[in-house]
């Protein structure tokens, strides 16, 4: 149960989104991994405009394990990044740290074998930061500012309290609360449920 987090005073309301393990790519390391000149597959376009998931998928090897049949995700990127939740990374043998998207220096790399064989990389691999899209008309309404930490309760099967969420504001942005499987699991929601967020006026 949520105590003294002043859900009583929960009145904007976020739609959740689950995001699985998948990998983003640098220009460089799709023609590695998939030919000179390659241009990846939309397959479905996702919550946030202008990013989808692709057809293709590659292979992470890690020093402990393998995941298969890991989603790209679309468009090309400066850098490569490897987004994984706790469980993955612990099966892979990677020690991923807590990270914001886009912060990669410093970070564990991995091996990704595409069509044309293995591509190492030396850094790349995180666990990301639980995160809420705002557009930037939102997060006005919500007295909410770029790189705020806010709370947000999720009241389902189990009542979860989510503190210190980073929040992401842009005018590209489309309202959207981000939890990786470990999380979402954890909590028991699914897309599309409710989390609500609190101690805002």
Same mark, same amino acid.
């Given at each position: 149960?949520?105590?003294?987090?002043?859900?009583?005073?929960?009145?904007?309301?976020?739609?959740?989104?689950?995001?699985?393990?998948?990998?983003?790519?640098?220009?460089?390391?799709?023609?590695?991994?998939?030919?000179?000149?390659?241009?990846?597959?939309?397959?479905?376009? %996702?919550?946030?405009? $202008?990013?989808?998931?692709?057809?293709?998928?590659?292979? #992470?090897? *890690?020093? +402990? /394990?393998? &995941?298969?049949?890991?989603?790209?995700?679309?468009?090309?990127?400066?850098?490569?990044?490897?987004?994984?939740?706790?469980?993955?990374?612990?099966?892979?043998?990677?020690?991923?740290? %807590?990270?914001?998207? $886009?912060?990669?220096?410093?970070?564990?790399?991995?091996? #990704?074998? *595409?069509? +044309? /064989?293995? &591509?190492?990389?030396?850094?790349?691999?995180?666990?990301?930061?639980?995160?809420?899209?705002?557009?930037?008309?939102?997060?006005?309404?919500?007295?909410?500012?770029?790189?705020?930490?806010?709370?947000?309760?999720?009241?389902?099967?189990?009542?979860?309290?989510?503190?210190?969420?980073?929040?992401?504001?842009?005018?590209?942005?489309?309202?959207?609360?981000?939890?990786?499987?470990?999380?979402?699991?954890?909590?028991?929601?699914?897309?599309?449920?409710?989390?609500?967020?609190?101690?805002?006026?």
């Amino acid at each position: 149960m949520c105590c003294e987090c002043g859900c009583e005073n929960s009145k904007w309301a976020v739609p959740i989104g689950i995001s699985n393990r998948h990998i983003h790519l640098s220009k460089e390391h799709i023609e590695a991994l998939f030919g000179e000149g390659y241009e990846l597959t939309n397959i479905k376009d %996702l919550t946030q405009p $202008g990013q989808y998931a692709c057809k293709e998928v590659v292979t #992470i090897v *890690g020093t +402990k /394990g393998v &995941l298969h049949g890991v989603r790209i995700l679309g468009p090309a990127r400066k850098d490569t990044q490897v987004e994984l939740s706790q469980t993955d990374a612990r099966q892979l043998g990677i020690n991923a740290p %807590l990270r914001e998207s $886009g912060d990669v220096q410093g970070t564990p790399g991995c091996i #990704i074998i *595409g069509p +044309k /064989g293995p &591509l190492v990389i030396n850094q790349g691999c995180i666990v990301a930061k639980t995160h809420v899209h705002f557009h930037t008309e939102d997060a006005k309404r919500m007295n909410i500012k770029d790189k705020d930490k806010i709370d947000l309760l999720v009241k389902g099967q189990r009542t979860v309290c989510f503190c210190d969420v980073l929040a992401r504001v842009g005018d590209t942005m489309k309202l959207d609360f981000h939890l990786d499987t470990d999380e979402a699991n954890a909590a028991l929601v699914k897309n599309g449920d409710l989390a609500y967020i609190i101690n805002r006026d």
